[in-house]
C-alpha cells in the first residue's frame, strides 16, 4: 500500500483512499504507522464492511476501533457508512457514505438530504448505474449539495459521471492505478481519467460530449476527439455512454440530457444499435435528407438552447474517401459502375450516396431478398454473393466484416477482375487488409476504411465546433491505437 501511494503520488493523484478492509484484521498500531505517517500525498482512510460492498466481515466494533485508532494518524479524511452510530465515529474530518451495488435508489434524495443534515465534513454516494442517464443524477446530487460531495454512479453505464465530477465541483473523483486494480465497477485508471480524458483541463465551461453504442468500451472515438480538443485549443471533454438496446433506453438518456441545460452538451456520436432510435427521437425533419433516406443518424448536435440536429457523416465519409483517392468530384461517380458487398448499416449509407450521386451500382449480399430490399430502395440492383465470380464494376466497395481483425487472412474475393480500377475496403483494422493488398499486387488503387473513419470524426468535430478539425492528429491517434491493438 506504501509502495502504491508513491505510485499514486507520481502519477499526479491529488490523495489516495487506503482500504483497511484489504488488510488482515486486527491491523497493528505498528502497521497503521507504517502505512499513514509522513505520507507522501493526502490520506482517506477506509474500513469498508461487507454490507457497504468493502471485503470486512468481522466483529463491528473491532472495525470502528480500528478506525478510531487510525485517525490517531490525522489523515485527511475517514470514511464512515451512513449507518454508523454518530458516538461511534472516529476524530476528525468524516466523509459520511452510502454505497449501493443493486441499483439508483429509489430514495435517493432522502439518502442525500440526510448526509446533508449530518455534521460530516464530506458526503459520499455510490450507486450502480443502468443507463447514463443515471449518472446524470449523480451530478444532480453533486450540484444540489451544499457540503463537499462525492456522487458517483458505478459500472460502465456510469463511468460520465466519474469524468465530469469536477465540473460541477465535486469534492472528487476515484481513479485506480492500473488496469484490474479498481476498487468500483467502472472506475478508470488514473492515466485514462489524466490524459485520455484530460482531467486537469476540464472546468465549468467545458463543453460535453460522447458517443453512444453498445458495446462502447472498444471506441476510439474518446482518444480521437479528446486528443482534438487539445490539438484545437477546444474546452470540450468526450465521453463514452453504454446504452442498452433499445428505443426506450436511448429515448430515457436523451430526455436526461435535454432536461439538464446546465450540463453544457453540445454532441453525440451514435454507433450500433442506436442510429434508427437516434433518427426516430432527432425526427426527420431535424436531419439532412438524405439521412432520412437512409433511415439512420450517427450525429446529433445539441444547441445552446435544447434544439437538435441529425446528420449522417457515414455516407459523406466514405464518398469523400473514395473520391480523393480517385482524383474526382463526388459528380464524377455519375454513370460509373460499383459493386457494394454486404446489406449491412454502412452499405445502406452507401448505397444511398452512391444512388444520389447516380452511380450504376449492383448489390452483391449473402441474402438475396435483404440485398434487393436495399437495392428496391434506392433503384439499383442486387444478386447473391455467387456471382461474385462474374463482377464487372469499376469500383469495388467492401463493407462486408470479411478480413476484419482477427481473421485477417480473409477476403471476400478469390480475384479481382480486368474491369476493376478501385477497391475500397470500409474495414479499418487492419489498415490494409487482404483484399488492399490483392488490389495493390494488382496495381489498383486502394481506399482504406481509416480514411472513412477518420472523416466521419473530423465532419462530427466541425459541425459541433465550427473551427477547423486537426486531422492529422485525429488520424494519428487512430494509427497509433490500431498499433497498440486497442
Same mark, same amino acid.
Given at each position: 500500500?506504501?509502495?502504491?501511494?508513491?505510485?499514486?503520488?507520481?502519477?499526479?493523484?491529488?490523495?489516495?483512499?487506503?482500504?483497511?478492509?484489504?488488510?488482515?484484521?486486527?491491523?497493528?498500531?505498528?502497521?497503521?504507522?507504517?502505512?499513514?505517517?509522513?505520507?507522501?500525498?493526502?490520506?482517506?482512510?477506509?474500513?469498508?464492511?461487507?454490507?457497504?460492498?468493502?471485503?470486512?466481515?468481522?466483529?463491528?466494533?473491532?472495525?470502528?476501533?480500528?478506525?478510531?485508532?487510525?485517525?490517531? #494518524? @490525522?489523515?485527511?479524511?475517514? *470514511?464512515?457508512?451512513?449507518?454508523?452510530? /454518530?458516538? =461511534?465515529?472516529? %476524530?476528525? !474530518? +468524516?466523509?459520511?457514505?452510502?454505497?449501493? #451495488? @443493486?441499483?439508483?435508489?429509489? *430514495?435517493?434524495?432522502?439518502?442525500?438530504? /440526510?448526509? =446533508?443534515?449530518? %455534521?460530516? !465534513? +464530506?458526503?459520499?454516494?455510490?450507486?450502480?448505474?443502468?443507463?447514463?442517464?443515471?449518472?446524470?443524477?449523480?451530478?444532480?446530487?453533486?450540484?444540489?449539495?451544499?457540503?463537499?460531495?462525492?456522487?458517483?454512479?458505478?459500472?460502465?453505464?456510469?463511468?460520465?459521471?466519474?469524468?465530469?465530477?469536477?465540473?460541477?465541483?465535486?469534492?472528487?473523483?476515484?481513479?485506480?492505478?492500473?488496469?484490474?486494480?479498481?476498487?468500483?465497477?467502472?472506475?478508470?485508471?488514473?492515466?485514462?481519467?489524466?490524459?485520455?480524458?484530460?482531467?486537469?483541463?476540464?472546468?465549468?465551461?467545458?463543453?460535453?460530449?460522447?458517443?453512444?453504442?453498445?458495446?462502447?468500451?472498444?471506441?476510439?472515438?474518446?482518444?480521437?476527439?479528446?486528443?482534438?480538443?487539445?490539438?484545437?485549443?477546444?474546452?470540450?471533454?468526450?465521453?463514452?455512454?453504454?446504452?442498452?438496446?433499445?428505443?426506450?433506453?436511448?429515448?430515457?438518456?436523451?430526455?436526461?440530457?435535454?432536461?439538464?441545460?446546465?450540463?453544457?452538451?453540445?454532441?453525440?456520436?451514435?454507433?450500433?444499435?442506436?442510429?434508427?432510435?437516434?433518427?426516430?427521437?432527432?425526427?426527420?425533419?431535424?436531419?439532412?435528407?438524405?439521412?432520412?433516406?437512409?433511415?439512420?443518424?450517427?450525429?446529433?448536435?445539441?444547441?445552446?438552447?435544447?434544439?437538435?440536429?441529425?446528420?449522417?457523416?457515414?455516407?459523406?465519409?466514405?464518398?469523400?474517401?473514395?473520391?480523393?483517392?480517385?482524383?474526382?468530384?463526388?459528380?464524377?461517380?455519375?454513370?460509373?459502375?460499383?459493386?457494394?458487398?454486404?446489406?449491412?448499416?454502412?452499405?445502406?449509407?452507401?448505397?444511398?450516396?452512391?444512388?444520389?450521386?447516380?452511380?450504376?451500382?449492383?448489390?452483391?449480399?449473402?441474402?438475396?431478398?435483404?440485398?434487393?430490399?436495399?437495392?428496391?430502395?434506392?433503384?439499383?440492383?442486387?444478386?447473391?454473393?455467387?456471382?461474385?465470380?462474374?463482377?464487372?464494376?469499376?469500383?469495388?466497395?467492401?463493407?462486408?466484416?470479411?478480413?476484419?481483425?482477427?481473421?485477417?487472412?480473409?477476403?471476400?474475393?478469390?480475384?479481382?477482375?480486368?474491369?476493376?480500377?478501385?477497391?475500397?475496403?470500409?474495414?479499418?483494422?487492419?489498415?490494409?487488409?487482404?483484399?488492399?493488398?490483392?488490389?495493390?499486387?494488382?496495381?489498383?488503387?486502394?481506399?482504406?476504411?481509416?480514411?472513412?473513419?477518420?472523416?466521419?470524426?473530423?465532419?462530427?468535430?466541425?459541425?459541433?465546433?465550427?473551427?477547423?478539425?486537426?486531422?492529422?492528429?485525429?488520424?494519428?491517434?487512430?494509427?497509433?491505437?490500431?498499433?497498440?491493438?486497442?
Amino acid at each position: 500500500m506504501r509502495a502504491d501511494m508513491a505510485r499514486a503520488a507520481e502519477l499526479g493523484a491529488d490523495m489516495v483512499e487506503c482500504r483497511l478492509d484489504y488488510l488482515p484484521h486486527p491491523v497493528s498500531q505498528a502497521d497503521l504507522r507504517k502505512l499513514l505517517a509522513n505520507p507522501p500525498l493526502d490520506v482517506i482512510v477506509t474500513d469498508r464492511p461487507r454490507r457497504e460492498g468493502g471485503r470486512y466481515d468481522g466483529d463491528e466494533p473491532q472495525r470502528l476501533a480500528t478506525l478510531r485508532e487510525a485517525a490517531e #494518524f @490525522a489523515p485527511s479524511a475517514i *470514511d464512515v457508512e451512513i449507518d454508523t452510530p /454518530r458516538d =461511534e465515529w472516529p %476524530d476528525g !474530518a +468524516v466523509i459520511l457514505s452510502h454505497h449501493d #451495488f @443493486a441499483g439508483l435508489p429509489a *430514495d435517493l434524495d432522502a439518502i442525500v438530504t /440526510r448526509l =446533508e443534515a449530518s %455534521d460530516a !465534513a +464530506v458526503n459520499k454516494v455510490a450507486f450502480a448505474a443502468e443507463n447514463p442517464a443515471d449518472a446524470l443524477r449523480a451530478l444532480d446530487v453533486v450540484r444540489a449539495c451544499r457540503k463537499p460531495t462525492i456522487a458517483l454512479a458505478m459500472g460502465e453505464a456510469g463511468i460520465a459521471s466519474r469524468i465530469l465530477a469536477g465540473k460541477f465541483g465535486a469534492y472528487g473523483t476515484f481513479a485506480s492505478l492500473h488496469p484490474g486494480a479498481q476498487s468500483a465497477p467502472g472506475q478508470p485508471t488514473i492515466a485514462e481519467l489524466k490524459d485520455l480524458y484530460r482531467w486537469d483541463s476540464i472546468g465549468p465551461a467545458t463543453k460535453v460530449f460522447g458517443v453512444i453504442g453498445c458495446p462502447v468500451a472498444h471506441s476510439m472515438s474518446p482518444a480521437i476527439h479528446n486528443a482534438a480538443f487539445t490539438a484545437a485549443r477546444v474546452d470540450g471533454v468526450y465521453v463514452p455512454l453504454r446504452i442498452e438496446p433499445g428505443e426506450a433506453n436511448f429515448d430515457r438518456f436523451m430526455d436526461a440530457v435535454l432536461a439538464r441545460d446546465w450540463l453544457g452538451w453540445r454532441g453525440l456520436s451514435v454507433t450500433i444499435p442506436h442510429k434508427e432510435n437516434a433518427l426516430a427521437y432527432v425526427g426527420a425533419d431535424n436531419c439532412d435528407p438524405l439521412a432520412g433516406r437512409i433511415g439512420a443518424i450517427n450525429t446529433i448536435t445539441i444547441g445552446p438552447d435544447g434544439t437538435l440536429r441529425g446528420d449522417n457523416t457515414d455516407y459523406a465519409a466514405a464518398i469523400d474517401a473514395l473520391c480523393n483517392a480517385m482524383g474526382i468530384a463526388r459528380e464524377a461517380l455519375a454513370g460509373r459502375s460499383v459493386a457494394v458487398l454486404g446489406a449491412g448499416g454502412a452499405a445502406r449509407a452507401i448505397v444511398a450516396a452512391l444512388a444520389h450521386y447516380g452511380a450504376e451500382t449492383t448489390i452483391f449480399n449473402r441474402t438475396v431478398k435483404r440485398g434487393e430490399r436495399l437495392a428496391g430502395q434506392f433503384g439499383c440492383r442486387a444478386v447473391g454473393l455467387g456471382e461474385l465470380a462474374r463482377l464487372d464494376a469499376e469500383i469495388v466497395i467492401n463493407c462486408t466484416p470479411i478480413g476484419m481483425h482477427p481473421k485477417v487472412d480473409a477476403s471476400p474475393l478469390a480475384a479481382i477482375g480486368p474491369s476493376t480500377k478501385v477497391v475500397f475496403d470500409t474495414i479499418y483494422n487492419p489498415i490494409e487488409t487482404k483484399l488492399l493488398r490483392q488490389a495493390r499486387d494488382a496495381g489498383l488503387i486502394g481506399v482504406s476504411g481509416l480514411e472513412m473513419f477518420v472523416n466521419q470524426a473530423v465532419a462530427q468535430f466541425e459541425m459541433w465546433n465550427s473551427v477547423p478539425a486537426p486531422r492529422e492528429t485525429m488520424r494519428e491517434v487512430v494509427l497509433a491505437r490500431l498499433s497498440e491493438g486497442r
